[in-house]
């Protein structure tokens, strides 16, 4: 049972990373890779900062901005130099890594005997006090990004990702909202990796290598959930993120149990993807070959 729970754990850590990804690939339609290196930068920031007594909510606050900065850069490289969205995110995602490694000033940084988020409030149950921390903070992301996406600038966002032609026609400056849209996406990725940091004890300089696999695989799961039921209000489409991420980790949590080898669970991974992605390829041209 500890397992499972650990599992649902590491899924609600996750899910600010779904929740970037969700934004940037579904809303603004950016095939953004950026995400290696912003989600270990957070937890790069989580190391440094704890070292120093910083509170955690003010290392929160930093490791997001970092992660936001990073965005910008991936948005001013891809408007004013023309850059694919993509090849722009590999490209800071690679100075992401020498910069991470600089803030660390080693691969593997212990968070051991630091003062981190799961520890102002006291609780026998180590599992449980994580999980309650965990829970509130999706459900502050989820309430805020549901109400930014409904504003002005949030509906703007969301036409920019359907349609960026009506939208300039419209006088809407798209190289702005681009920037900051991908900036917000990478914000919440670096949340996560300072989440997941804490949660886990330490902070690793390879740990973000392939995580932007996990945040797809989660959005897709939960969309084809929502989808197959007919859900698509936008307040659904986020909670399908949280949705997705817990399912996705109780997945991979299901296949170690049963005695799948841990070096199989990118495999796994890929061949999850491949599943959500068919099946909704599939629902949406039935009558396709």
């Not at 965990?134 to 969301?158: C, E, H, N, Q, S």
Request: proline letters at 3%; aromatic letters at 8%.
């Amino acid at each position: 049972m500890d397992f499972f729970i650990t599992a649902i754990a590491q899924g609600l850590a996750f899910m600010p990373l779904a929740l970037g990804i969700f934004l940037a690939m579904r809303v603004l339609n950016l095939p953004d890779i950026t995400t290696d290196g912003s989600f270990t930068i957070g937890a790069a920031i989580v190391s440094w900062l704890l070292a120093q007594a910083w509170h955690p909510v003010l290392v929160l606050l930093m490791a997001g901005c970092c992660g936001a900065l990073a965005g910008a850069c991936t948005g001013l490289i891809h408007i004013k130099l023309r850059i694919h969205p993509m090849l722009a995110g590999i490209i800071v995602m690679t100075g992401l890594y020498s910069v991470n490694l600089m803030i660390m000033d080693k691969p593997n940084v212990p968070l051991i005997g630091m003062t981190g988020l799961f520890d102002f409030w006291s609780s026998s149950d180590v599992f449980l006090r994580k999980l309650l921390v965990l829970l509130i903070i999706a459900g502050v992301l989820i309430y805020f990004m549901d109400k930014f996406l409904k504003t002005d600038l949030g509906i703007a966002m969301r036409a920019l990702g359907n349609n960026v032609n009506m939208l300039r026609a419209n006088g809407v400056n798209t190289n702005r909202l681009t920037i900051l849209g991908l900036a917000i996406a990478n914000a919440l990725t670096a949340l996560s990796g300072a989440l997941l940091a804490q949660y886990q004890g330490f902070a690793d300089i390879n740990m973000g290598i392939g995580i932007v696999i996990v945040g797809l695989a989660a959005v897709m799961l939960g969309e084809s959930i929502f989808n197959f039921i007919g859900l698509n209000k936008m307040t659904l489409q986020l909670l399908a993120v949280l949705v997705g991420v817990v399912l996705f980790r109780l997945l991979i949590g299901f296949a170690l149990t049963i005695g799948l080898n841990p070096n199989y669970i990118k495999a796994v991974t890929a061949i999850f993807i491949l599943l959500f992605v068919g099946m909704a390829q599939l629902k949406s041209k039935p009558g396709s070959v």
